[in-house]
């Protein structure tokens, strides 16, 4: 059905027989705008102004389809008949002798025929001809089908069709098997003609099945006018037989969906074989389909229009056993073409989706209290479409090709070799990634939409009445650079107004704090420390946040993480208050700030723009007071309410497991009220809430919007930015979780856990790649400074390349560690890791990749961002080894007495010298002796001489890395 309403680029080309970029260049002579990419759609209106163009290319290349060499000849023979005849007894002979053998195991009844086509030597032979006649079919067949074409190619191409149905064979097997048993064509299109020319000619056969009446056709067609020409009548046939070859190929996607589907629908309970266990769920999902056939139309897809309708399907290989001839031409495959094609637009939609909502609610046992449960996990797997040209496949990352497969409506072995065209290897139950499903369904026509159960279950939320709404307090984020005073700010908050209400309260650190003004409002702190305020969490805060507040010191700059800051508050739409720090200082210049921000068209309000901006003192608490108020005031306009009388939803702050308490996350709850005893879900974990603490260690009862809690009661620890929700029963919650366990595992099992240049064309496809941060390593200062500028300036609009850290030297471990803490990827320009720092990365999966060309790793980034990361070849070190003594040999140069430190060196091997952990030639081995012997490979743990091709600075200590080219394969 997707087919019907959209085409690539590619398929039209192909059909129109005329290049993509000639279509791209059509198109846009016409306004449209096409992309010449064979992926690219177009619609059918646009598809029909194609074909009206590009008719005669078309054409053309229909009529090209219908030659071969032996057709061009049949022409010019046919016409003038009884010359050709003379001629063609030439090449009837040499079949004949060929398929001699076979005339013995042939019936009596072609004998007629045979005895036609040969000189008519002797009786016997010419039962043996018939037998032969097939063969000389396969010779003829070139020479047949010319004449013939068009006109009688149209008939006989309905015919065959069915005959392979029948026989459920392919037409090359046909041809294969036509010289082996040729009794079956020629079988069956005699009795075609039979029909046509007449019955009487089927009862004086009646001995054998169907065959004996084609002996009287021959006698027919071939009046025997001449000997000669009898040879020739077959010939026709024949040529009509290729044309049916030709036809055939259509046929048989038609027959491999239809078999597929009836074994496991109709024989499920004897037969659960291998397939069948695979297509349990299909089954049920397949069953409901037959119900819409019956009442609809014929059917959507392959599968859906074949397996559904038994008369479609039955009648075909009925006429087919029954009737081999005359009545296939209208029967089998192509009426169901037909009646494909006869279904409006709008009821194929609703087809689609009368299935899916079979799709989704087919299980058994659920029962009329499906509920909100059953919405939800069928919202994980949705298909909507949406208007006749929008398909949107709304889908969970990890779903089988099995699943995908239903979700498409299409077959499995469809997606798999949909996947295998694609070069990938998939099996039935394998689970695919986003990036995999993108391409699997966009090849169906389908776009991708990922959907994250969490925030599924977020938009689930039904609308609270105006009514059932209360203010609620303002939740804070204080943002910043490092030294800011962000701490010193909260902390003076906090001991301001929390701890000097309550003396002797203790004050933990939960990451959530809860404060009340001298006026009586409350407002929520969030406190993300450290890397974390970099990455994910920062960018989840943004989101939890109401309002944040960016830090500045006064005695500093805007610098780059209060830029980061900004930018997240921005993206996150979360109205942002500038708090200029540090004004006790005496290098104090508030105004300085204000004007740096000025210059980021972020006017405060003293300047005459809408941010409100206090300076203040964290140290003295000067000024923060005031802060408050405009926080207030800003929370105001925000018209911040929630209703407390439902359950609970919340976002978790951070978690850790306690000895003493099990696992406890702290939530801050957005809406609803969260009450001991409840049921609730975070992330994959779920449980009874049995206590929650509010930041002073109290215990709570209740905890309404905008409340910081710790929470007791989850059956494992959350990640920070999870969602927490409040569910019914135990029953829903477990479920859930189950399902993003597995979808997790999945993900640990398929995914790094660090950022790596192959991992963000996935991250990209589910849209959660947002920045590249990168770690930046190089020789000498001028080249780490080019590769930055370029880098940086790689930033779009989807992805930000910042880099975190650039310097000179080798990749230290706290390079690694900061890369671990930053996921970020380290690029070494012309350096390596030292050992430690190498071994670091491979515990942390961090990635480091070496370059000695700026332009490679600027390109290898842009691609990567832009998910076009195929890289053909990777590097591959396959061992280093460590220069001992150096000696300088007149006519030779400098041989190094070396040892094979790991791995192994092989004299192909490129080499790179490295010294002090900068690279300082790369080259090739000249020489490679083990004592005076040449060797190809010296292993680790031996020694060997070594000397590099025109290079002969090596040094004692010098380390020789080999390495190799691999070859990584494309994935798309
Ligand atoms: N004079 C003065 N010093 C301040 C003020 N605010 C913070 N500081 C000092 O600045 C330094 C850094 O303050 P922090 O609060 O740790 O800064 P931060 O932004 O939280 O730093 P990170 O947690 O590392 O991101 C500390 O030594 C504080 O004492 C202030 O208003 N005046």
């Given amino acids: 059905m997707s087919e019907e309403k959209m085409m690539r680029l590619g398929q039209i080309a192909r059909k129109l027989n005329v290049g993509t970029a000639t279509i791209v260049e059509s198109m846009a002579k016409k306004g449209f705008e096409v992309e010449n990419n064979p992926n690219s759609k177009i619609s059918m209106e646009q598809v029909a102004m194609l074909e009206k163009e590009f008719k005669s290319s078309a054409l053309d290349k229909e009529e090209a389809s219908h030659l071969s060499i032996g ?40 004998t007629p025929e045979a005895s036609t086509p040969t000189p008519v030597p002797e009786p016997e032979q010419e039962p043996e001809k018939v037998s032969s006649d097939p063969p000389k079919l396969e010779g003829i067949k070139i020479l047949g089908k010319i004449d013939l074409d068009k006109k009688p190619a149209i008939k006989s191409a309905s015919v065959p069709k069915p005959s392979y149905q029948q026989r459920g064979e392919r037409p090359q097997d046909q041809r294969k098997q036509n010289p082996n048993q040729p009794k079956q064509r020629p079988d069956q299109r005699p009795s075609q003609q ?43 046939e024949e040529a009509v037989t290729e044309e049916l070859i030709s036809a055939k190929a ?52 392959g599968q859906a229009g074949g397996p559904r309708p038994p008369q479609d399907q039955r009648g075909a290989p009925r006429l087919a056993n029954q009737r081999p001839g005359g009545n296939q031409q209208r029967g089998g495959a192509p009426q169901q073409r037909v009646q494909k094609a006869e279904p409006t637009p709008k009821e194929i939609q609703d087809q689609i989706k009368q299935t899916l909502a079979r799709l989704q609610g087919t299980k058994p046992g659920s029962g009329k209290s499906k509920s909100r449960r059953d919405k939800r996990v069928a919202r994980d797997r949705e298909v909507e479409v949406e208007g006749e040209e929008a398909k949107i496949l709304k889908v969970t990352e990890f779903i089988s ?120 409002h409350k407002i929520a702190f969030l406190d993300t420390p450290g890397h974390e305020a970099f990455t994910a969490m920062r960018a989840r805060g943004a989101k939890i946040t109401d309002l944040a507040i960016i830090v500045i010191a006064a005695d500093d700059n805007i610098m780059p993480q209060t830029k980061e800051a900004i930018n997240h508050a921005q993206m996150g739409g979360v109205p942002m208050i500038f708090a200029i720090n540090k004004v006790d200082k005496p290098n104090a210049n508030p105004a300085k700030i204000k004007e740096a921000l000025a210059g980021m068209n972020l006017l405060v309000e003293e300047w005459g723009g809408k941010y409100q901006s206090q300076d203040i003192s964290a140290k003295t608490g000067l000024g923060v007071e005031e802060l408050l108020e405009k926080v207030l005031l800003e929370a105001e306009i925000l018209e911040l309410k929630a209703n407390p009388n439902k359950n609970a939803v919340g976002t978790v702050v951070e978690a850790s497991l306690d000895k003493g308490r099990g696992y406890v996350a702290t939530v801050m709850v957005q809406a609803g009220t969260l009450k001991i005893g409840d049921i609730m879900l975070a992330g994959q974990h779920y449980g009874r809430v049995k206590a929650m603490f509010d930041h002073k260690g109290k215990k709570l009862k209740a905890a309404g919007p905008s409340t910081p809690v710790q929470v007791l009661g989850l059956s494992g620890a959350p990640q920070a930015g999870d969602t927490i929700k409040v569910y019914d029963t135990e029953r829903e919650a477990r479920e859930i979780a189950n399902s993003r366990e597995q979808i997790q595992r999945e993900q640990n099992l398929r995914t790094k856990k660090h950022i790596t240049l192959d991992e963000i064309g996935r991250r990209l496809a589910i849209g959660s790649f947002k920045e590249l941060n990168i770690i930046l390593k190089g020789d000498v200062d001028g080249s780490v400074e080019a590769l930055s500028d370029s880098l940086l300036k790689l930033s779009k609009d989807e992805v930000k390349v910042s880099i975190i850290h650039q310097g000179v030297g080798q990749i230290s471990e706290s390079d690694v560690l900061l890369a671990s803490a930053s996921d970020a990827i380290i690029l070494g320009f012309q350096v390596r890791p030292s050992p430690n720092a190498k071994k670091l990365a491979e515990q942390e999966e961090i990635e480091i990749r070496h370059y000695s060309i700026i332009y490679d790793a600027i390109n290898q980034i842009k691609d990567a961002i832009e998910g076009m990361l195929e890289p053909e070849y990777e590097e591959v070190i396959t061992g280093n080894i460590i220069v001992r003594e150096v000696f300088k040999i007149t006519k030779v140069g400098t041989v190094a007495g070396s040892y094979v430190t790991d791995g192994f060196i092989t004299r192909k091997n490129k080499i790179r010298v490295i010294r002090g ?19 190809a490979e010296v292993k680790a743990g031996y020694e060997c001489g070594i000397s590099i091709k025109n290079f002969n600075n090596i040094e004692i200590d010098d380390t020789i890395e080999g390495f190799d080219l691999k070859e990584i394969k494309r994935k798309k």
């Fill in 71 to 110: 057709k061009r000849h049949e022409p010019i023979s046919l016409e003038p008949e009884a010359p050709k005849q003379e001629k063609a007894p030439e090449p009837t002979p040499a079949p004949v002798h060929k398929e001699e053998p076979k005339p013995a195991v042939i019936p009596s009844t072609p």
């Fill in 194 to 236: 039979q029909n046509k020319p007449g019955q009487p000619q089927n009862r004086p056969n009646p001995q054998g099945q169907k065959p004996v009446q084609q002996p009287p056709k021959p006698n027919v067609q071939a009046p025997a006018p001449e000997a000669p020409k009898a040879p020739f009548v077959i010939p026709k």
């Fill in 250 to 301: 259509d046929s048989l996607k038609g027959l491999t969906v239809l078999g597929k589907i009836e074994l496991p629908v109709d024989r499920p309970k004897k037969k659960g074989g291998p397939v069948a266990s695979s297509d349990e769920r299909n089954r049920d999902k397949k069953r409901p389909r037959k119900r819409i056939d019956k009442p609809g139309t014929p059917g959507q897809g």
């Fill in 401 to 520: 090709a099995n699943d995908l497969a239903a979700l498409l409506d299409v077959s499995v072995n469809q997606i798999i070799s949909t996947c295998m065209s694609l070069g990938m290897f998939v099996s039935i139950n394998q689970r695919l990634d986003a990036e995999a499903i993108t391409i699997i369904a966009d090849e169906f026509g389908y776009d991708v939409e990922f959907t994250k159960s969490i925030e599924d279950e977020m938009v689930e939320e039904v609308a609270d009445e105006a009514e059932d709404l209360v203010d609620r307090a303002p939740i804070v984020t204080i943002m910043g650079h490092v030294d800011h005073g962000k701490t010193s700010l909260l902390d003076y908050i906090r001991m301001a107004k929390v701890t000097s209400e309550e003396a002797g309260g203790i004050t933990q650190h939960i990451g959530a704090y809860e404060v009340k003004t001298k006026t009586g």
């Fill in 917 to 935: 952990g900068i690279v300082i030639h790369e080259g090739e081995i000249d020489q490679l002796k083990r004592f005076k012997d040449d060797v």
